[in-house]
């Protein structure tokens, strides 16, 4: 295929100020969210170890559990409708909490409760806000808006802890949740404005809101190449994300680094991932998505081969970099093919699954890798990481589908 001028420059052309303001309203709520999520868990840890993990089940099992349901939602009802009314909930969990953890403090029931109404609701919202870029912008700006909305959740998710640690220092958990509430209240504002960009969603005959969550799957299984791509985003999230999470501070105790040098390692590898797709934004993907992403994902793997085997830790912290970049470019590349490719009818839908393959994917990885690096230490799972990237990436360019994905 061969890319003429007037593609490149449509490709280049500035995204619609309507999408750049949901965006900007859309990541406020979600740097509350994140904030909201230290205070919940550092509220829990005072209770003991085993408060601390059921709070922490309580936001990610209902995520996981009705996301399918949500996009089906998303879907049937509409992304602006969902979205604004996940919100408005938000707004009043948030101000339910602030005001009980005035009144009582934070006892258990209360941050479970929290946290399931919490996890329901990201549910609801994350499939309608992935499908945004494809509702929002010219088929030709799908890649650059998906970047940039990755770009900007991975600040979020970067600076999201450290605002709520100083917030809780400030007021403890009810600060977190007045602001909380207080972003929310923003990104209701910001959709609310932007109504005439949105198009009700096609009338069809209605079934049960599981049968059409489950119809998801089908459109996923039958449009050719979108099921091996999202096979693949799960292979690789599944032994990626592990690495930052948990590997990288194990291989910092290993080597007598200190915690200082984990979160060196973790925000390098974040500013190459952050770094990578503010650059896909600003260009555009490349014409054949699935062999760049192919080629990332080795990227990704040599990078953190040599995270694994670095002697001192500015060399780790140089492959911290250059596995993030790959990654970056990774995601950037698959995400919008998987957007692209859906029906207009299943986008919340396809999203959900896109969520739920790698949270799934995740939840498993992280128990097998843990279980790897006691047994093996930090070191050896971390070149056992590497491996099986770069095997990802050598499956991506054997597979026809993977590399001929438009």
């Known amino acids: 295929m061969i890319v003429t001028s007037d593609q490149t420059s449509t490709q280049r052309s500035r995204l619609p100020r309507s999408y750049l303001a949901w965006l900007g309203g859309a990541l ?20 003991g170890g085993r408060s601390a993990g059921l709070v922490l089940a309580a936001i990610v099992a209902p995520s996981v559990l009705f996301v399918l349901i949500g996009g089906a939602m998303g879907d049937r009802a509409g992304a602006r409708r969902v979205m604004l009314t996940c919100d408005v909930v938000m707004v009043i969990v948030a101000v339910a909490v602030a005001v009980t953890a005035d009144a009582i403090g934070a006892p258990v029931a209360l941050l479970l409760v929290a946290g399931v109404l919490t996890g329901i609701n990201d549910a609801f919202y994350t499939p309608s806000c992935g499908s945004m870029p494809r509702r929002m912008v010219e088929p030709e700006q799908v890649g650059r808006a ?21 917030l809780v220092a400030l007021g403890g958990l009810s600060a977190a949740a007045w602001i909380d509430a207080g972003t929310f209240l923003v990104a209701f504002a910001v959709l609310l404005l932007i109504r005439p960009r949105f198009r009700p969603p096609d009338s069809e005959v209605r079934r049960h809101i599981v049968r059409e969550a489950f119809d998801g799957v089908r459109v996923v299984l039958r449009t050719p190449g979108l099921g091996t791509a999202l096979l693949l985003i799960a292979e690789v999230a599944g032994v990626f ?5 948990l590997l990288v501070p194990l291989l ?8 200082h040098a984990a979160g060196i390692l973790v925000g390098v590898l974040g500013a190459g991932t952050v770094l990578v797709t503010l650059a896909v934004a600003r260009v555009g993907t490349h014409r054949l998505p699935g062999f760049a992403a192919a080629v990332a994902c080795a990227i990704a793997g040599l990078g953190v081969a040599v995270i694994g085997g670095a002697p001192s830790l500015p060399v780790a912290a140089a492959g911290a970099f250059v ?60 070149a056992l990481c590497a491996a099986t990237l770069t095997l990802c990436a050598v499956t991506g360019l054997a597979s026809r589908q993977i590399r001929h994905l438009r």
Not at 339 to 346: G, I, M, R, T, V
Request: hydrophobic share 55%.
């Open 28 to 47: 406020t709520s979600q740097l509350g969210s994140g904030a909201m999520f230290f205070a919940l868990t550092w509220a829990a840890t005072a209770h």
């Open 146 to 166: 998906v970047a940039l909305r990755q770009s900007g959740v991975h600040l979020v998710r970067t600076v999201g802890a450290p605002v709520g640690g100083v």
């Open 241 to 245: 994300l592990p690495v930052s999470s």
């Open 252 to 259: 910092a105790r290993e080597h007598a680094w200190g915690a």
């Open 323 to 382: 596995a993030g970049a790959g990654v970056g470019a990774f995601v950037s590349h698959l995400a919008p093919v998987l957007l692209s490719a859906a029906p207009e009818s299943h986008l919340a839908r396809v999203q959900a699954l896109f969520s739920l393959t790698q949270s799934l994917s995740l939840l498993v990885m992280s128990a097998s890798i843990g279980a790897i690096a006691h047994a093996l230490g930090a070191s050896a799972t971390i």
